[in-house]
């Protein structure tokens, strides 16, 4: 995994904080606590998603951990995607497959499932796949396309 520089860790701290929390809260987890995610109560170690100001919520360090650990591995995964030319031109990379695993193992603890932004299939492990990102009304959205999915979509990055 590669070292986050503490810029990078403040914006993966922000996107883990707007799109992650759950849009729900129970009242002990408004007032901070529990954990936003598990709702164990709130120790020393909790971290407070962004923007902390008014707003007393607490996560814990597991949950808060497995949440970023998804977004460092996306991004790592994305970054060598974008600079590899086998990758890009859609052949079999090896560090591209590990990227995409590591990236993998960190969903079942947070409960997320890859799908392919443009079609309903599910992402076989035997099946190129990219890291893609685009523009939604709540900002940008990390997710996965298929290569052949995404030689039909020019537009995505
Ligand atoms: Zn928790
Ligand atoms: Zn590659
Ligand atoms: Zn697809």
């Given amino acids: 995994m590669t070292v986050q520089v503490p810029e990078e860790l403040a914006r993966l701290h922000r996107f883990v904080s707007w799109y992650e929390q759950p849009r729900w809260l129970p009242e002990a987890a408004r ?20 923007p902390s ?8 360090m597991r949950c808060y951990a497995a949440q ?11 970054r060598h995607f974008s600079a590899c030319t ?14 995409r695993l590591l ?32 523009e939604g009304s709540e900002g940008f959205n990390l997710g996965y396309a298929h290569l052949r999915c995404l030689s039909r979509r020019p537009s995505v990055t």
């Fill in 86 to 99: 086998p990758c890009r031109q859609h052949q079999t990379c090896l560090v591209g497959h590990g990227r």
């Fill in 53 to 60: 100001a008014g707003l007393p919520r607490r996560a814990c």
């Fill in 31 to 50: 007032d901070g606590n529990v954990c936003v995610w598990c709702a164990s109560p709130a120790d020393a170690t909790a971290v407070e998603p962004a």
């Fill in 103 to 134: 990236h993998e193992k960190t969903m079942p603890p947070i409960d997320k499932r890859p799908v392919c932004l443009s079609c309903p299939a599910p992402l076989l492990g035997t099946e190129l796949v990219a890291p893609v990102r685009w």
């Fill in 68 to 78: 970023l650990a998804w977004y460092i591995t996306w991004y790592d995964w994305h």
